[in-house]
């Protein structure tokens, strides 16, 4: 896997090369019709984190009765001071003030849509082969081995490239087979392999649909991929 750093001049710059990775990240291209919108996305995510240009109408940290603990994470607790998290939740809601009920709710959305690990689901397993237990997040389109120790990223497998899949029900193991001569083999240790099964064949299932929304629905196909017939 080969990581490539990108400078942009300016937020609009930024805004479309990231719309065109999402797309590519999809099987799609520049000329889709949701491009524009991802970059519109991207734009007001972006405005949403600026920093405010009125900071005399952000009320003082300290005249505020606020927990931040209760507004982030365990790991940013440790990771700031109180003052230091309060003064940013402060100004965050400030940017959004503004707003009403609804567009608030559409920027949250577009903030949580915009992170990394949207859309994942996490279940820890053991390899075939390995003496340690990883994370596998499964997406709607690929696998991730994910070190369970640290959290990065070990293997990727997206399902455009696979060829196959099963499961041995009797010692609850799932195998793939990919492109290139590529098999995996993995049993599920926090879920049933039934779960994992139906996710896979769920989202490739849903490859398979249409952008008309009045196609019909093809049940068995749906069955057949989440159940686990041959």
Not at 72 to 98: D, G, M, W
Not at 115 to 131: A, D, T
Not at 149 to 164: L, V
Not at 165 to 182: K, L, S
């Amino acid at each position: 896997m080969n990581e490539v750093h990108l400078r942009c001049d300016n937020e609009n710059q930024y805004a479309r090369w990231m719309a065109a990775c999402t797309l590519a990240s999809k099987g799609k291209t520049m000329a889709d019709s949701s491009y524009r919108l991802e970059v519109h996305n991207i734009l007001s995510f972006l405005k949403m984190k600026s920093r405010t240009t009125v900071p005399q109408a952000v009320p003082s940290p300290e005249s505020m009765d606020a927990k931040p603990e209760c507004f982030v994470s365990p790991r940013y607790a440790k990771k700031y001071k109180s003052k230091q998290l309060t003064a940013r939740i402060l100004e965050a809601h400030q940017n959004i003030s503004h707003l009403s009920l609804m567009e608030t709710k559409l920027r949250f959305i577009q903030a949580w849509q915009s992170l990394p690990e949207f859309g994942l689901s996490y279940y820890i397993v053991r390899f075939k082969g390995s003496k340690k237990d990883d994370l596998l997040g499964i997406s709607y389109n690929r696998l991730i081995r994910i070190d369970s120790a640290t959290g990065d990223p070990i293997t990727t497998w997206r399902f455009s490239n696979m060829k196959q899949w099963n499961v041995n029900w009797e010692i609850r193991q799932v195998a793939i087979e990919f492109d290139q001569n590529v098999s995996i083999a993995f049993t599920c240790l926090s879920a049933d392999c039934k779960v994992v099964h139906e996710y896979i064949g769920g989202y490739i299932f849903l490859s398979t649909r249409a952008k008309d929304q009045n196609e019909t629905l093809d049940e068995d196909l749906f069955h057949k991929l989440t159940g686990g017939w041959e």
